[in-house]
């Protein structure tokens, strides 16, 4: 038995067709827990009128919204209640390939449930060009990224199943044994970062991360923070979860000289760049700093955010 666990806040034109892919699927030992993470009573209500009926969907209302990684956590503990074998976590702003859990699974049990396990990630708006097939590493130290296949049109140069050195949740299957082992995802971020920061935990466990391409999927890339604006408040997120995973997945020597690197590059991006450019960077340089501060508490992550209320 799969649960799949998605998250809608106040977007539910884009979840509607994200679970009407699911249900969809050719694979059908599954259940779906919709988190509606403390959207509007009016997008609560759409959400409502088109799913109550459907007995394979769990819907979970939440007060406020808990960030990405409260949302997914409240999901995860709902769907661990029952007795499961995968759990599922897939971004709503998504429409899945009708095969794609079989082969999730299909792989996961190849490599004895004891391994993460995602897909071939296609961008929503140009079908067959890639978006995401997990991530290389270029440099261990620092934990540096490098994209195999990003932005080229598929001809095939991502066909074979691998192990990588992180993953990516727009979806992606935890083993039972994997979750019980490694628990939920670390309460001390709120968007972004969350996903590698998990591979990490998972691979320090002894567990691997394989990306299969058989497995597809397709992705409105940050629908649902609105990263698509001329200038988004994300960005300070973006900034919060780098400064995060850095902390707690590079050695204190290489975490010391990441941070003074990314100190002095995003100094000059917010001073001397395009004023777009320099908006993006202060917003990442202030979650930085506000990771500083964060070192002295210690605590789990609200969501605070100092171009907005709430996201």
Not at 8 to 31: A, Q
Not at 77 to 104: C, F, G, P, W
Not at 219 to 247: E, R
Request: aromatic fraction near 14%.
């Amino acid at each position: 038995m799969l649960a799949i666990i998605t998250i809608n806040y106040n977007l539910s034109h884009e979840t509607i067709p994200c679970i009407e892919s699911l249900l969809n699927s050719d694979y059908t030992n599954y259940e779906i827990v919709l988190i509606d993470n403390g959207s509007s009573k009016s997008d609560y209500q759409i959400l409502f009128d088109r799913f109550w009926k459907e007995k394979k969907i769990k819907i979970v209302r939440t007060d406020k919204n808990l960030g990405y990684v409260g949302g997914v956590n409240l999901g995860l503990a709902e769907a661990s209640k029952r007795n499961l074998d995968h759990y599922m976590v897939m971004n709503n702003d998504t429409v899945i390939e009708k095969s794609a859990i079989k082969y999730l699974i299909e792989a996961a049990e190849r490599h004895g449930n004891k391994a993460i396990i995602t897909g071939k990630v296609y961008y929503y708006d140009q079908p067959d060009v890639l978006q995401h097939t997990g991530v290389i590493f270029k440099d261990k130290r620092y934990k540096t990224t490098y994209y195999p296949g990003q932005n080229e049109k598929d001809i095939g140069q991502c066909d074979l199943e691998v192990e990588r050195d992180s993953l990516d949740d727009v979806f992606w299957i935890i083993p039972k044994q994997i979750y019980e082992d490694v628990g939920p995802y670390c309460s001390y971020f709120y968007l972004y970062a969350e996903q590698g920061d998990y591979c990490q935990m998972a691979l320090r466990k002894g567990y691997k991360l394989i990306y299969t391409p058989k497995a597809k999927i397709w992705h409105k890339v940050s629908m649902t923070v609105g990263a698509k604006n001329k200038f988004s408040p994300v960005y300070f997120y973006i900034g919060q979860g780098q400064f995060l995973f850095q902390y707690r997945n590079l050695k204190l020597k290489y975490f010391i000289i990441s941070q003074i690197r990314n100190y002095s590059k995003l100094l000059y991006k917010s001073l001397f760049r395009s004023n777009m450019e320099q908006q993006c960077s202060k917003a990442i340089l202030r979650g930085y700093l506000w990771g500083l501060r964060w070192l002295i508490s210690k605590q789990t992550n609200e969501g605070y955010n100092p171009y907005i209320k709430k996201i």
